[in-house]
Each structure stands twice: as C-alpha cells, then as structure tokens.
C-alpha cells in the first residue's frame, strides 16, 4: 500500500513538474503573441487595447490570460482620468484555447472570460451610442458610421519580435462567454441633467453556444434596488436571427425589490414629470417577465407583483402598502418590422386588486385602435375604495359581473373630441348601492356637518352594451328606503337619446325629504302615493324632452290626493308642466306653469280649481 500511494505522489509531482515546465515555456511564446493579441482586440474595438501583463493558465483549461485591460485614451492622463468614466477597465480577460494552438502560433479563441472591471457606454448630444470611440449605434442626425482605425502607437519591445511571430494568426470562434463582477455605466448626454444609470454586480455565462444549436445563458446583476442581485435571466440564446431580425431566444427574466422612488427619479429625468402628474411611488415592486423570440414573432409574458409598494396617483387611483396588486398579461407572438400597422394582442391579461380580479384580453393598435375584451366574475365595490380613493364619498358596497367587448376607433386628426368606445356585452347587479352626494349651492367651509347626500341601496338588474346603445333590464333599487323599477335606453352616446320608464309601488315622500333637508319642501312631508310612473324621452343633441308623471291614490301633505296626470315638456328655451283635473284638496285641480329660460327667467302659471277646500290649501302650505 505504502509502494502504491509512493507512485501516486511520484506521478503527482512529476504532472506537476511537467505543468509546471509547460507554463514556463508558455508565458515566452504568449508574450511573443502579444502584438497580434493587441492588434486583434483594438480592430474589433476600434481603438487600441493595453494590458499590463499576458501569461498562460492551464487548469482548468487551456486559456490565455489577459491583466488589467483597459482602452488607451491618449487625450487624457491616467490622473486627469476618473476610473469610474473610463470606457472599458477589466482585471482579466480569459481567452480559451488549445496547448497546440499556442505551440503553432495559430491561435482559435472558443471562449472568453471577463473579470472584474467595468465597462461604460456614453449617449451623446445626437443619440450616438459609443464605447469609448467605437461608435455602437449611430443618432438620429449621424451619417453611416465609418469604422474607426486605432491610432497609431510606437512599438515596444514586445512589439519587436522576429518576423515569423508576426505571422501568427488568432480567430474567434465563441461557443462560451462569461461576465464576472462587472460594473456596467450608461451615460446618457442627450437629456438635461445627465444621467448615470449604473448595473452592478454584472455576472452572466453563456454555454454551449454554436451556429446550429443555442447557448445556455444564465447570470445575475443589481439595478435599480438597494437589495444586491435583485436582477436575473435565464433561458437559450441563439446566433439565428428571426424574421423580425432578432436573435431566436427563450427566456426567463426577474427584477426583483424594484426602487419605485428610483424608477420614478429615472422616468422624471426622462419627461415623466411625476408632481406635476401627481403621481407617488414608495417602496418596491417585483417584475417577471417570459420572453420568446422566434420566426413567428416576438412574444412576452410579463408579471409585476406589487405587495410593499405605494403606489398614489392623484384622487384616481391608490394602492396603499396592505393591499396587492398584481397584473399579469401574455402577447401573441409581434413581428417588430410591422409595426405600427399591427396591433399588439394580448392573448391573457389580468389586473388583481386585492380579491377582485378583472381579465382583460386585448388587441392593442399603437394608431389607437384597440379592442378589449373585460370580464369579471365579481367586482366587490367595497374592496376597490382603497384603490379607487374617488369612491370613498360614495361608500359603494354589492357586486357587479361583466363580460364586455369594448372597441376603440383611433381619433381623427381634425376632431375636437376623441371617439367614444363601441361597447358589447352586460354588467350584472347584485346589491349594490352608494351614498350619492347632493349639490349644494351655499357650501360652508366653516359647518362641520356632513354633506347631504342620498343613499342607493339594494341595486340589482342587468345593464345590456349594444355598441352605441345601452339597456337596462328589471333594475330594481332603492333610493333612501324607497323602491323602484327602471327600464331605461340610452341611444347615440355622443349625443344621447334617453328614453325611459320609472315606477315606485309605494312612495313615502318623508324618506326622501330628509336626505334632501330643505325646508322648502317642508309642506310635502306626511305625503305617501300608492304608486308612482315617470316616463319620458330626451334628446340632448336638440335639448329637447317629454315627460309623464302618473300620480296614484295617497295623500299629498296630509291632504288626500286621486289618481292623476301631469305631463312636462322641455326644450332649449322653456320649460312647461302642465296638469288636468288632479282630485285634491277635496276637490279637482288642473293648472299649466311655463319657465322661459332667459335672463331674468320668467314664471308664468294658471291654476283653476273646482271645490277646492281653503281650509285644506292653508292647511298645505302654512
């Protein structure tokens, strides 16, 4: 046993020995490598490259290591120069390859390692996007961008070699790439103030990468969050390019613990203008995102889960931080080159806000065409109030159920007004009610009391979408305790025609009055009517209606009243009741009232009555 373990660290020292003698024979030819490796990376950066030091690593795997890489900048000194701005500053660059690769000369790079350093992209004034000099994306006002020669440098010593080191050849061919602790900046110049947008902890792999089969990408990275790798990808890259001219990839994307005060700093700096907008963000989101790219297109499937955040936008909208929300949605697969022309379809979408959750399919046209697609099996109206900060004067409570298609036509350019949406489809009642707030002519700041309003209770019905026509169908609901029955049609929603059907079976004035407290009406308490029918029509684009009350058995101020008819019409200019033989006050009642709409509006009135009781009348008014 001792003989055997004895050869095995024989062995062991003589591989590490001959390792070792490898090495040393290695780092004088790498060396001699050095200006073809230079040469080689400053064309494909278009500037020349510098590092301090080359040498060879064996385990464990053949490569060439590359130190302290970095782009020259002759314009300024390495003082002058702040780290943090330098276009491109690496520790080391792993080129891997072969022993018989670097023994030839010919040298074939299958996969490269960066580590630790930094690599900053600046947006110019035009929109211009360089690496140092390299120009990467031309602006708007650039020409076609020229390759960039590296400028010329005296020789050095490791630059003076023999002639047959110059011969030596070094390809690319990558089938591995890997980014580890990399600090990516992005220097955006084009807007005012400047703006430094800075990826950190960068650490990316991408295996088994060829021209016929995809790559394995994986990595991590820090943005936008004060929690450190709160970014992730993972999923297959492809060096095919898809129809849409994107590379063919299958991924899965998460930004976790997202900075909504930095996010919104970011957009502000951007036009975003978020006071002027009243928009606040606190807290963090979670994002997640599929994303697949291939010859049909381009399709994603986000996710944003927001738990912690605060999210407030003006009176409109709220998400305090005890409450979830979460919107999810699928794309159909987009082919890029034909947009705008196409619209964008949401194959699923889905808005939660706390319990209730609406889906909403969609095709979204980026010229304003869309179609949406909105369904709910309930929409619990007390559980939106703390998203809805609007409803809280309401106080709505009960249920609402839709399934409607809503189409939006794109608004023409000379058109005042933006188009109306075409709605199908029904949303179904169930309970509802709210507390409707009534206007007020004389508000006082300074009266602690609370605002009239009247309470909706007990709403159930149906309401019926038919484009530009809506229905409602057996809406029972109750207005301050009292109930009744609508059925109504609202035509042409531009300029809508109402026509309508109002009946209540039995009416308790005093109800009504109370939520109403206005003293004027002081006369009409004790007032009950066994029924009660208004129907009526009005068109508003001539501002013209008719109206029918019908009047039961009961009792108005104490005083009983007989069934009876009053019929109103209205226009633009004037406003007519008019009334024949109403049995009250012991007697019959008929009477015509017209109000002109001018300045000063003018009343006139005639009343004729037969055996009427004075003693009723007085009784009535006083």
């Known amino acids: 046993m001792k003989k055997i373990l004895k050869v095995i660290l024989a062995l062991a020292a003589l591989a590490g020995l001959a390792l070792g003698i490898i090495i040393w024979n290695l780092n004088p030819i790498l060396e001699g490598l050095r200006p073809q490796i230079t040469s080689v990376l400053s064309k494909k950066l278009g500037q020349e490259v510098a590092f301090a030091g080359i040498s060879a690593q064996i385990i464990p795997s053949v490569a060439i290591e590359l130190q302290e890489v970095s782009l020259k900048d002759k314009g300024s000194s390495e003082a002058d120069s702040s780290s943090a701005d330098k276009p491109l500053e690496i520790g080391a660059v792993l080129l891997k390859t072969s022993l018989s690769d670097i023994f030839s000369g010919n040298i074939s790079i299958s996969a490269f390692t960066l ?55 070094i390809s690319f061919t990558v089938e591995e790439a890997t980014l580890s602790n990399l600090n990516l900046l992005f220097i955006d110049r084009k807007v005012k103030p400047e703006q430094r947008i800075l990826i950190r902890d960068v650490n990316l792999s991408l295996d088994d990468l060829s021209s016929t089969t995809p790559g394995k990408l994986s990595g991590f990275a820090s943005l936008l969050s004060d929690q450190s790798k709160n970014f992730g990808i993972e999923g297959e890259l492809s060096l095919k390019t898809t129809s849409s001219g994107l590379p063919e990839a299958k991924l899965e994307v998460s930004l976790n613990k997202l900075s909504l005060p930095q996010l919104t700093s970011l957009l502000d700096a951007y036009g975003l203008k978020s006071k002027e907008l009243g928009l606040k963000m606190a807290n963090t989101v979670d994002l997640e995102a599929s994303i697949v790219s291939d010859n049909n297109g381009l399709a994603v499937a986000p996710k944003i889960i927001a738990s912690e955040s605060e999210i407030h936008f003006k009176e409109l909208f709220s998400k305090p931080g005890s409450q979830t929300l979460t919107i999810e949605a699928a794309t159909k697969p987009i082919i890029l080159k034909n947009l705008p022309k196409e619209k964008i379809f949401l194959r699923t979408a889905s808005l939660q806000l706390g319990e209730t959750n609406l889906d909403f399919p969609s095709a979204i046209g980026l010229d304003g065409e869309s179609e949406f697609q909105i369904k709910a099996k309930e929409i619990d109206l007390a559980a939106l109030k703390p998203f809805l900060p609007v409803l809280n004067k309401y106080s709505p409570i009960g249920l609402i159920k839709t399934d409607l298609n809503v189409a939006v036509q794109p608004k023409e350019k000379k058109a005042a007004k933006i188009n109306l949406p075409y709605v199908k489809g029904t949303a179904i009642l169930e309970g509802v009610g709210a507390s409707i707030p009534l206007p007020s002519k004389e508000p006082n700041k300074d009266n602690d009391s609370p605002a009239k309003s009247i309470k909706l209770s007990g709403a159930n019905g149906q309401l019926e979408f038919q484009g530009d026509r809506i229905v409602s169908k057996a809406l029972e609901f109750k207005l301050a305790g009292q109930s009744f029955k609508l059925g109504s049609t609202i035509n042409e929603l531009k300029a809508p025609k109402v026509a309508f059907s109002l009946n209540s079976p039995k009416l308790s004035f005093d109800p009504i009055l109370d939520s109403l407290a206005m003293d004027s009406l002081a006369p009409l308490r004790g007032s009950i009517l066994a029924n009660l029918k208004i129907e009526g029509n009005y068109d508003s684009k001539i501002r013209t209606g008719k109206f029918r009350f019908d009047l039961g058995e009961g009792s108005l101020g104490g005083a009983p009243i007989k069934p009876g008819t009053i019929n109103s019409a209205l226009n633009d200019k004037e406003i007519r009741l008019q009334s024949a033989n109403i049995g009250v006050f012991g007697g019959a009642l008929s009477f015509e009232i017209n109000l002109k709409q001018t300045k000063p509006k003018q009343v006139s009135a005639v009343f004729n009555g037969e055996e009427i009781s004075l003693h009723g009348l007085l009784k009535f008014f006083f």
């Open 115 to 169: 580590k630790d350093g930094s690599i900053t992209l600046t947006r110019e004034e035009d929109g211009s996007i360089f690496l140092g000099k390299l120009l990467l994306n031309s602006g708007a006002k650039s020409e076609t961008p020229q390759s960039i020669d590296p400028p010329a440098s005296k020789p050095n010593k490791s630059q003076e070699q023999p002639a047959e080191s110059q011969n030596s050849d």
